[in-house]
């Protein structure tokens, strides 16, 4: 399998893709596979059914379709899961895509990880042309990590960041604020990320897919969390923008950064410009709707990207002003059927 053999210049001038709010669209998601070598409770159910490999898009078939946005005017590219990196081969892929880096089409390629493969694949994603990463990692306690990943070492992801920070890769920390787990950890955290060079976000927890556990128990809104961490640190609105759905601030304290995303308490959606590609070939024009196009069955089906570009206008054609995320007692059922491992981070 030799996925360069897609490296020829792409010579067609095709139009930027607009949402119907006149949003352009510049960044696309990648799932790469749904499989996960961890197993956390506030986003995969301990026993998970994976899906049949002859469901998933080939690497090739990936490159396809994300070439086709590129060629669209899409600037950003990021790998996700599941975790990406344990997707055979993967990084066949990485070095495909990277001859978007190369011609100036794309302004950066990046992955979301749980790092647990890092320390292997660090030097290669640089070598690629990856210069950020986000690095999932919501608890410095080994039990408490064991315990909210179900089998993960944390040893084995510091590790691997530490592998990225050498590889000079730079490193933002995502963690999920958990209520009565990691709610009074996340102003240690910051100071630990910060010292260690590295950005940090903390997220609210989304109602995607059914799971063990009721989401409510551990649901933290981020004003509550901001609130007890501004009673530590003095938190600067900052502009730095990443072209995600994060809201930054400095902390004056460390000199580091400090984002927000906040799906629940105070939605993005006014500027979103991205859609989500998962495995199997399915568009979701919005994280929190069900709305989806079939792209596997329109790459499958022709050979040129004429098909495929008509696709995709017709999907951003449909593409929401914003998500319907709710968390509540009353339903206890989450807002979209689909895990978070599907759609990607």
């Known amino acids: 399998m030799n996925l360069l053999d897609r490296s020829g210049p792409i ?11 006149g949003r352009a669209i510049s960044y696309l998601r990648i799932s790469v596979t ?3 070598d961890f197993r956390c409770t506030y986003c995969m159910s301990e026993n998970m059914q994976f899906l049949p490999k002859r469901d998933l898009l080939t690497l090739e078939e990936l490159d396809r379709i994300a070439s086709a946005f590129v060629e669209r005017g899409v600037r ?18 990485v070095r495909s895509l990277s001859r978007h880096l190369a011609t100036g089409r794309l302004g950066e390629l990046t992955l979301t990880t749980n790092g647990s493969q890092l320390a ?16 999932s990692l919501d608890t410095l306690d080994p039990e408490k990590f064991r315990v909210i990943t179900r089998r993960g070492e944390l040893g084995r992801v510091l590790e691997g960041i530490d592998a990225a920070r050498r590889a000079g890769i730079r490193i933002k920390i ?19 990320a910060h010292g260690e060079g590295h950005d940090m976000t903390v ?12 989401r409510t128990d551990r649901y933290l809104p981020l004003d509550f969390v901001r609130a007890r961490l501004s009673e530590r640190y003095t938190l600067q609105e900052s502009p730095h923008r990443t072209g995600g759905p994060a809201r930054y601030v400095t902390v004056a304290e460390t000199g580091g950064r400090l984002g927000f995303i906040t799906p629940m308490t105070h939605n993005f959606c006014e500027s979103c410009n991205r859609v989500r590609l998962t495995c199997t070939g399915t568009l ?27 696709a995709i206008d017709e999907a951003i054609a449909r593409k929401p002003k914003g998500h319907d995320f709710v968390i509540d007692r009353a339903t206890r059922r989450p807002s979209v059927s689909r895990h978070m491992s599907v759609t990607g981070g």
């Open 11 to 21: 010579t067609t001038s095709a139009a930027p893709i607009v949402d119907p709010f």
């Open 203 to 214: 997220i609210e927890t989304m109602p995607m897919g059914e799971i063990d556990e009721d």
């Open 284 to 310: 979701y024009m919005c994280l929190g709707q069900e709305d989806a196009a079939d792209l596997r069955a329109v790459v499958r089906g022709s050979e040129g990207d004429e098909a495929l570009h008509r």
């Open 34 to 36: 749904d499989r996960c």
């Open 174 to 192: 995502n963690a999920v604020a958990l209520k009565g787990f990691n709610e009074f950890e996340l102003a240690d955290m910051i100071a630990w």
């Open 76 to 93: 950003r590219l990021r790998l996700t899961g599941g975790e990406p990196l344990v997707r055979r081969d993967v990084m066949q892929l």
């Open 120 to 135: 292997r694949f660090a030097a290669e994603l640089a070598d690629c042309g990856v210069r950020r990463l986000n690095v």
